[in-house]
């Protein structure tokens, strides 16, 4: 019987190359037990009862990757089999309560909410104060974060009883439904705010104030500057305007989704969104996304007629409105649909945000060179790095949109069986040449579009060579070959211990047929040794399951001890080597560091595609790879954390800070602070926050960790003094941040930490 199983198994797979299938495995992670921990907390607040839409705190359907048949018999089985992943962690969450004696409630969910609205609303006052204070040039905003502000508590009291969502958008596509989602879209506008406040003329140098950039002078960034006229003031005024803009489109579309929800079940109606098929919501949702496009368009257009253009979006063109919103909002729109459950309402805005922002100021450095009064209106200082930065990361993202057509194929023929395939002997042949003509368009585009593009920008000079001539401008001719070596021996270093790592999961994995199951009720055994999966199958769901068992005590098998190392362990990992990376080359060269970031994040995003859709031959190899680290915020089709981590480290270069303690303020902020914090609260951990499994000796340990590694950076002559006082404050309010938020820390926490260095000055 089980050989024949095994058999009905591999033929559902297709193919021993799709055993890593990019999709199939990461929802297994991505439920929550409907009776255990997560879902008591959805109980007071209003849901759909007669539409298909469930919060995702509360999802009891996995989507499963094994056969129909395979999880009938484990529901049948009490001892020889194990427990299906939801089974596991509702014993482990019932462990962790029992264990705990403080159970997750409603109102300790809404405690937690209601702390976390709390500091966003002293931060949004604090903002608003300071820019009435300011100088005359900039109090014209004013009024832009004052509605924002308030449209987006009017979202959060919405929220407050029901799981909300944007226009025409299931509630499931979205990772969580935590009640603090939408504070989270204050962040990227805060930041602007500050930015602009901080190029206002003073006597002190305020710390987000661009540096000076320049080829041969000490104490600048060694890069050179491009001939562009521009206005710090007015470019920063027009960052802000985008960013408020666009989170008032998004607190609009929430606004209006929940209106829309409470009336169709008030009346006893469906939801029309699971009614439609997906060209009709499709057409439902860009028609509201136009409608409201032009009359955000109307009204600037209008009010400029009227003499009140000072007080809305005064340095944004009418023109820039309609494309902005159109642009933001189908950003939403394909973020929800293809990175199904990766973020929340919160996240969503911080990314939709910043990418309508750099493809916003990639379209008007292209309008500058034609019509040179634009570049008034630029966010950062126009110079050979900025045009790589937006070459690349623009670029890949084109690329991504462009080439869909091929990465849709490629993915179907990975996912399908092979027998129902109408050519199935051809199948290797067909995947072969997907691949092939993936990367040949790629380099086509590359060397075809972006390139000329770049070398237009620089005023015709080769870009390939000038990057070459570039290794040669920094503090000295060898520092940045030096540089790049250093980094090379680091990743031999890494990969080498990560293959390690990844060697022991696989033996732990392929050794389950000659282990004898050991379960108990207080005991959560590992899914590798239920003997019930093909080897193959079980060293990649391993990876993406092990998560749910990482705190289980005394996890054995008749091998002995556990022979993975944790899936936190192997993430900290991460954050440890990105910290020996990026420090070095921050302190000594960051307008280089600027280029190198963007280069990693333009291959990681190239990577995800060849994962995500199963590029031949590199796709099942880095679905596996990156498998085994996935954690609880990872419950999406997509692998996301860490380009969130390289962005979250590069948030203080890429933003173009003047201070050399903000530029490393991202890396102390996660590659210690948060280290720190997880490796402390998990092992002394005692004090728990409300309904978090993260603890209050944790946050102490993010604060006295960033304290004392900043420090340390002093006394080695890599940043500039500063005052101690007002630096553990702003690590403090980091620390509870990291605390009451279940945001993703990487993406949330370095921008966080820019808009409070800002306000709190500590250099």
């Known amino acids: 019987m089980r050989r024949k199983w095994k058999k ?24 929550s037990d409907p009776k255990g921990s997560t879902s008591s907390l959805r109980k007071p607040r209003e849901e759909s009862e007669n539409d298909a839409e469930v919060s995702s705190d509360a999802r009891g359907a996995v989507v499963s990757t094994r056969p129909r048949r395979s999880r009938t018999r484990q529901r049948v089985s009490t001892e020889n089999t194990l427990h299906t992943v939801p089974e596991r962690r509702t014993l482990h969450d019932r462990a962790l309560s029992r264990k705990s004696n403080n159970p997750p409630s409603a109102s300790s969910s809404l405690r937690r909410s209601m702390l ?118 007015q470019g920063r005024g027009s960052l802000v305007d985008l960013h408020i803009f666009c989170a008032i489109l998004m607190g609009v579309h929430v606004l209006a989704s929940t209106i829309m ?39 600037h257009i209008l009010a400029r007629l009227c003499g009140w253009g000072a007080w809305f979006f005064a340095d944004t063109p009418s023109w820039a409105i309609v494309a902005i919103a159109l642009n933001f909002q189908t950003q939403m729109y394909v973020w929800t649909r293809v990175a199904q459950q990766n973020c929340t309402l919160g996240e969503l805005a911080i990314v939709c945000t910043l990418s309508t922002a750099m493809f916003h100021e990639a379209t008007i450095v292209t309008i500058a060179r034609l019509v040179p009064s634009y570049g008034r209106i630029l966010f950062r200082e126009p110079s050979t790095m900025l045009m790589y930065h937006l070459a ?271 530029q490393q303020l991202g890396v102390l902020v996660l590659g210690i602070g948060d280290s720190c914090a997880s490796i402390i609260g998990r092992q002394y951990g005692r004090f728990h926050w409300p309904r978090s499994k993260k603890t209050v000796e944790g946050t102490v340990g993010f604060v006295a960790s960033t304290v004392a590694c900043a420090y340390l950076l002093r006394m080695c002559h890599l940043i500039e003094p500063f005052r101690v006082a007002p630096f553990t404050v702003v690590m403090t309010l980091l620390a509870m941040l990291e605390g009451l938020s279940e945001q993703n820390d990487n993406l949330v926490l370095p921008i966080a930490g820019l808009v409070l260095s800002s306000m709190i000055p500590y250099s």
């Open 116 to 233: 976390e609205m709390a500091l966003f609303v002293v931060v949004w006052l604090a903002m608003m104060i300071r820019m009435w204070h300011s100088a005359p040039q900039v109090q014209h905003k004013l009024l832009e974060l004052f509605a924002m502000g308030v449209l987006l508590l009017v979202c959060f009291n919405t929220h407050l009883t029901s799981s909300s969502t944007i226009w025409a958008t299931r509630v499931r596509y979205l990772r969580k439904s935590e009640v603090s989602d939408i504070l989270y879209a204050f962040l990227v506008p805060l930041l602007a705010c500050a930015m602009l406040l901080d190029v206002v003329p003073s006597e002190r140098v305020r710390p987000l104030a661009p540096p000076p950039m320049a080829l041969g002078v000490r104490g600048a960034w060694r890069v050179e500057r491009l001939p562009f006229v521009t206005d710090r003031l």
């Open 392 to 662: 690349l990361m623009i670029g890949m993202l084109v690329i991504g949109a462009v080439l869909s057509p091929l990465l849709i194929l490629s993915r179907n023929l990975a996912r399908r069986p092979t027998h129902r395939l109408r050519w199935p002997d051809k199948r290797n042949l067909h995947r072969r040449l997907l691949s092939l003509a993936f990367f040949v368009l790629t380099l086509t585009i590359i060397l075809g579009v972006y390139g000329p593009w770049v070398a237009w920008q620089l005023g015709g000079r080769n870009p390939w060579l000038y990057v070459v001539r570039s290794m040669l401008q920094g503090p000295y001719w060898w520092s940045r070959f030096a540089l790049l070596g250093y980094w090379g021996l680091l990743c031999n270093i890494a990969l080498l211990s990560i293959q390690l790592m990844v060697n022991r999961v696989w033996q732990y994995a392929t050794v389950g047929d000659q282990v004898k199951p050991q379960t108990t009720l207080r005991r959560v055994p590992s899914v590798s040794s239920s003997g019930v999966l093909a080897a193959t199958e079980r060293a990649s769901t391993l990876a993406a399951t092990q998560f749910a068992e990482k705190h289980a005590p005394d996890e054995s098998t008749s091998l002995g001890p556990r022979v993975a190392v944790s899936v936190n362990g192997r993430r900290k990992f991460f954050h440890a080597l990105a910290v020996l990376l990026f420090v070095p080359g921050i302190a000594y060269d960051p307008a280089f560091m600027h280029l190198a970031f963007s280069v990693a994040f333009s291959l990681f995003i190239l990577c995800e595609y060849m994962r995500f859709c199963a590029v031949f031959p590199f796709g099942a190899t880095l679905h596996f790879f990156l498998s085994q680290f996935l954690d609880n915020k990872d419950t999406g089709l997509m692998i996301m954390s860490h380009v969130y981590l390289l962005s979250g480290c590069a948030a203080g270069i890429w933003g173009e800070s003047q201070s050399r303690l903000v």
């Open 261 to 299: 929800r409470r009336r169709r079940k008030r009346d006893g109606a469906r939801l029309r969104i699971e009614e439609l098929s997906p060209v009709q919501a499709f057409t439902y949702y860009h028609g509201f996304g136009l409608a409201l496009a032009l009359i955000c368009t109307g009204a």
């Open 8 to 31: 009905h198994g591999s033929e559902s797979e297709g193919s021993a190359a799709d055993v890593a299938q990019p999709g199939l495995m990461t929802p297994v992670h991505s439920t």
